[in-house]
């Protein structure tokens, strides 16, 4: 496969269902996390919004490990 090239279609047979769960799991959970930080009071949202994306980032590394 060409350096930056796409593919336009993926085969169903070529997915992983497992790891397209987990991945709709943790993005769902992603926004559900994110309205929750939003209704916060503000003097806690910056402290937890700053801790969620360390953990978040933290996260994200090792699944590409």
């Known amino acids: 496969m060409a ?3 796409e593919p336009t279609s993926v085969r169903l047979r ?3 269902i497992g790891h397209e769960a987990t991945n709709a799991v943790l993005s769902v959970g992603f926004y559900i996390i994110c309205a929750f930080i939003g209704l916060l ?3 806690l949202r910056h402290r937890a919004a700053d801790a969620f994306v360390s ?3 933290s996260i994200d590394e090792q ?3």
């Open 3 to 5: 350096e930056g090239f």
């Open 14 to 16: 070529d997915l992983s």
């Open 41 to 43: 009071p503000r003097s």
């Open 55 to 57: 953990w978040s980032e």
């Open 63 to 65: 699944r590409h490990i």
